[in-house]
């Protein structure tokens, strides 16, 4: 199984990027995941998650902006990215739980996705 990052690019201030990741085949689901970035730099840091209850957390730099959630229909780990700022330009990467069989469940992360938001 992989996962496969999508939908960085290039964005004005203000404005939205949804970023998708998902499964490379079919899986019982998500267990848990996050979203972490990492500009250039810098550090890798969290960014937001969410967990095998569904709870949710968010860096204090992105609360009340981004939102995490998982379609376990489609495999995929979301980040609603809202609001963006300049600060905010960095690659995004996922990681992932997954239950690839019932009972059995691994860590994986993609490969990343840019995104760029400019002044």
């Known amino acids: 199984v992989q996962l496969q990052a999508s939908g960085g690019g290039l964005v004005q201030a203000g404005g939205s990027l949804r970023l998708s990741c998902a499964a490379s085949r079919s899986i019982v689901g998500i267990r848990a995941g996050g979203w972490y970035r990492q500009a250039p730099g810098k550090r890798r840091e969290l960014v937001a998650r969410?967990?095998?209850?569904?709870?949710?957390d968010y860096a204090d730099s992105v609360k009340g902006r981004f939102t995490i959630s998982r379609d376990n229909a489609k495999n995929t780990l979301y980040l609603q990215t809202n609001s963006l700022k300049p600060e905010d330009t960095a690659v995004y990467y996922c990681n992932a739980v997954l239950w690839v069989v019932p009972g059995v469940s691994q860590g994986y992360w993609g490969q990343g996705t840019l995104v760029t938001v400019s002044s």
């Open positions: 969410v967990t095998t209850d569904s709870t949710t």
